[in-house]
């Protein structure tokens, strides 16, 4: 019931917009978000597209529990192919767009071609068009939001847009909404700026109808006060929480990789943004949740105006998306500066420009590893001295690169195409060319076998073997761990609610919550094997895309350079130990290529 | 004797010592006891640098000065 029944399909060559019925076979198979996304991409392209091409497909998919009452239902995903991978994209976000565009009564948006010049699709009710998008081309995020919402007289529109580095071509633009919240991974942005497709701006009055309303607000409820038992650490602290326990287990990545612990961590982890400084300063200023949620983990920020970023530029004065982790990592430890405003500062521009501040910051920590290596020169980043630990390096490479000025355009390039370019393609921490988050794997081992089977390549978001890593620091045991989680994972990320909650919900919980909101029986089995067939079919994108088993891997330096501290000291990956078990597990061929016999048991032949 | 504790994450608001005071012979598990901090909300301890696996905290026998650092689940995000 509270699928919406309907999809958009927008051509951008053409200019024909068309809604279309939803495909409740698919539906019911694929859930919702991420897994219905990767069904209709599946069937609407050639995986050997040109990422960059107008025969790519983006998809901007909703699960059938976005904008219900649910706690942390605003979810909404990106899928599409990925221009740093060749694989699989798939990046969700939270904020009120997704809500939004579930109530102007659509579950998918499915956008094809190439718009000749820029525009932006706007969904008010039940008028939706393309309006020309030439004055806001070369607008930062910021600026096409208000810009929107004032040319339409709507301060109701929700936005997701580009900022200026998906327009040209960032390897790992994102998609951001509501200003500061973005589907960040994965280059999804560089597709939509492929495309020249500016932003989308929606408005919908038409709610969301659950099965069984009484039973629904039953459920949701008691799933409330489950949550509120196991979430309130997030709550006060964010993600940013994880920062001294990576430090202490010696799992910190550190200097492009390096080292697995950093001196500086406590000046940048949950502890620093709450501590009132000298001058009565504190950086944290108050949290947020997003549409529905009951944990809110955001993070709302401010720099003191002092500080050399913003002194002289007012128009930073202002409170802003703070550092959750995996930015206070990415503009930290990895690459060495301990400067809680110059993160916080970098974490703007991310969001401004629209950047994934992971892979920006593992980038830059490369190129600083190039630089101290005298591999690259003052000559070549446009005289900046680009050594670990300095926070001007950091601000003024994120504003080069999302403006793609001078060593901003190697930047923007990734870093497997900037590594290779220079001849070092060792120095990069990517999985299938995507860089990996705040978590080293010769700490954590099962992270490393997700790292390295990741459907959208290097990524921690896609499993969960915290537990199992946490309790052995082996590759013992790992595998499978690590394939139930990607299943679990791709179930959870379809329906519509955010993987934080998976803390305190297991299948069952999910199941409940789904079983009163949706038609149709919905189990804890059910939910499972969906989430299998998903991960298969993201996987089967990827074999035709023309990616083996030789992508699954990781770097030499996590692999053969043993951790020099903390309490895997000594230890590297066994991802040889952990890989033919995995594909064993999964029901694939020592060639990583899923049998008959598991095609058939998922309805994927 | 007396063991130095040091706590991540949100165990902060759990337990602010900095050391506990514990018979002799005692063990990881008892240790945790003492500092009221509940099993479940602990993703590992280590001793002096060194994991202590779940399945060990009953057998791990602290010794005078040991340093245990109690760190919080992790979560992803």
Known sequence: MSWQGKILRVNLTSGDISPEPLNMEWANDYIGERGLGTKYLWENMDPKADPMGPDNVLIFATGPLTGTGASTSGRYAVITKGPLTGAIACSNSGGKFGAELKFAGFDLLLVEGRSEKPVYLLIEGDEISLQKADKLWGKTVWETDEWIKKTHHNPLLKIATIGVAGERGVRYASVVNDLHRAAGRSGVGTVMGSKNLKAIAVRGTQGVK??????????TDEMKNLLAKHTGGLTKYGTNAMMDTMQEFGGLPTRNFKEVQFEGYDKVDAK???????????????NKACFGCTIACGRIAHIRKDHFTIQNRKEYWHASGGLEYETAFAFGPVIGVDDIDACTFAGYLMNEH????????????AAMELYEMGVITKE???GV??????????????????????????????SKLMCEKYGHPELSMTVKG??????????????????????????????????????????AGKAEPCKTSQDWTAAVDSSGLCMFTMGAWGAPEFAAQLDADTEGEWTAERLTHCGERIWNLERMFNLAAGLTKADDTLPPRLLNDPA????????????????PEYYDLRGWSEDGVPTEDTLGRLGLR | MRVGVKVTGHLIDLCSATHVDLDEGACVDAALGALGIPPAQVGLVSVNGEAVPKAKRAEMVLRESDEMVVMAPLTGG
Do not use: W
């Open chain 1, 385 to 414: 001295e680009l050594t670990f630990g300095n926070p001007e390096a950091l601000t003024i490479m994120a504003e080069k690169t999302g403006k793609q000025e001078g060593f901003g355009e190697i930047l923007g390039l990734g």
């Open chain 1, 210 to 219: 659950v099965k069984d309303p009484k039973r629904f607000m039953a459920v």
């Open chain 1, 380 to 382: 070549d980043t446009d």
């Open chain 1, 354 to 365: 629209g950047m994934d501040p992971i892979s920006f910051g593992v980038t830059l920590a």
């Open chain 1, 272 to 286: 620093a943004m709450l501590k009132t400084d000298e001058t009565g300063h504190t950086n944290l200023l108050t």
């Open chain 1, 564 to 579: 020099p501290s903390g309490t895997a000291k000594g230890k590297v990956n066994e991802l040889d130990r952990m890989l």
């Open chain 1, 434 to 475: 995507q860089e990996f988050a705040g978590y080293d794997s010769r700490a954590l081992q099962g992270m490393g076998l997700g790292y390295a089977t990741g459907n959208r390549g290097a990524c921690h978001l896609k499993h969960d073997t915290f537990e199992a890593d946490m309790d052995d620091q082996t590759g």
